[in-house]
């Protein structure tokens, strides 16, 4: 009877510094200006135009010849930021109509070779790391 009084009492005292160490995080809630929602939803559309450039036979081919596994560039451009996802949607923009593939893939080889250098991937064996 001793044990059980004295396992009742351990417990007791776990089950109440478990709750007195709980720390409950406040919720923070504001107003979200129109201009955030536009540019978040600038970003989305930016992304998707790039994606659904990657689905293109011809551009598939052309990054494949170039070693680039087509998975890995959706990947890596999933994984950009939409500042940098602005940029290449605004590269391609200024490219002549018909599409300059070879324009793109070069492009795209060079932000992936960039952040092979700064050691975010990677893809490229030939590229080191910055240290």
Same mark, same amino acid.
């Given at each position: 009877m001793r044990i059980h009084h004295i396992f009742k009492t351990i417990g007791s005292l776990l089950l +109440?510094?478990?709750l007195v $160490? !709980? *720390?409950i995080a406040p919720a923070w809630a504001g107003m979200v200006g129109t201009d955030q929602v536009l540019a978040?939803? *600038? $970003? =989305?559309l930016d =992304?998707?135009?790039l994606a659904s450039m990657l689905e293109r036979e011809d551009l598939q =081919? *052309?990054?494949?010849?170039m070693g680039i596994d087509v998975r890995q560039a959706r990947d890596r451009v999933a994984a950009l930021t939409d500042g940098e996802v602005a940029r290449i949607n605004q590269r391609v923009a200024e490219l002549p109509a018909g599409g300059d593939a070879l324009g @793109? !893939?070069?492009f795209i080889f060079i932000v992936f @070779? @960039? +952040?092979d250098a700064l $050691? !975010? +991937?990677?893809i490229f064996p030939f590229v080191h790391p910055i240290q």
């Open positions: +109440t510094v478990s $160490g !709980v *720390q978040a939803e *600038q $970003g =989305r =992304r998707d135009k =081919r *052309q990054l494949s010849s @793109i !893939v070069l @070779i @960039i +952040t $050691g !975010v +991937t990677d």
